[in-house]
């Protein structure tokens, strides 16, 4: 059967909390704030697909060996054509890039069209946006990141809803 699935960077439960007060006090009024529990980063979209191309992703991803990272959410910005307001670090790390070039990679060796687009590590915050964030001087978020996750998006009737179906750590203690 097929699922939609992405790649992502999924917060604890603490750093939920923190990532969608912070979240919240950047947002203009008016849009559709994500839900704290569906907050994440994606690595990698891998849209709707059959078991056979998940089983490629994930041997993919078994194989992949990084070091732990720590992410520092220290900006905000707006897309107007998605209307996303989202949280970005100013540096972004090394190992991440890292990450989301192997799976973009493994996706076109595993026959699925992989983003041609540069990454660009973002947090949405909040959906349907009219304008961007209301202040730039914000706190910052220290987010110590040491795996990343495989998930599964469903569509239901009050939106989607995310659920983390495989882990992979990353190497290392921070
Ligand atoms: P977004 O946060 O900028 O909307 C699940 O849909 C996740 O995959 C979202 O975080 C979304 O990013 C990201 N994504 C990347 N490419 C996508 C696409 N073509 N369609 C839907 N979601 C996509």
């Known amino acids: 059967m097929a699922e939609r699935l992405f ?21 203009p009024p008016g849009g559709k704030p ?13 849209g709707t697909i059959d078991a056979d191309k998940r089983n490629c992703m994930e041997k993919a991803a078994d ?6 990272f720590e992410l520092v959410l220290d900006s905000a910005g707006y897309w107007p054509r998605p209307q996303v ?9 090394e190992p991440l890039l ?29 959906r349907k946006a009219r304008q961007g964030p209301r202040q730039l001087d914000m ?22 809803q995310y659920q983390v179906v495989r882990r992979w750590p990353l190497a290392g203690q921070l």
């Open 7 to 27: 790649f992502a960077l999924w917060p604890d439960e603490a750093q939920q909390r923190t990532l969608y007060k912070l979240g919240r006090s950047i947002a």
């Open 34 to 46: 994500m839900a704290a529990q569906n907050l994440h980063i994606t690595l990698a979209f891998l």
């Open 63 to 68: 194989a992949i060996q990084l070091p732990s």
């Open 85 to 93: 307001v989202w949280l970005g670090c100013s540096a972004v790390p």
């Open 98 to 126: 890292a990450l989301a070039a192997r799976l973009n990679g493994a996706m076109a060796a595993c026959g699925l069209a992989a983003e041609t687009r540069p990454y660009s590590p973002h947090l949405t915050v909040l």
């Open 139 to 160: 706190d910052t978020v220290h987010w110590p990141v040491g795996d990343f996750v495989l998930v599964q998006s469903l569509t239901l009737p009050e939106g989607a």
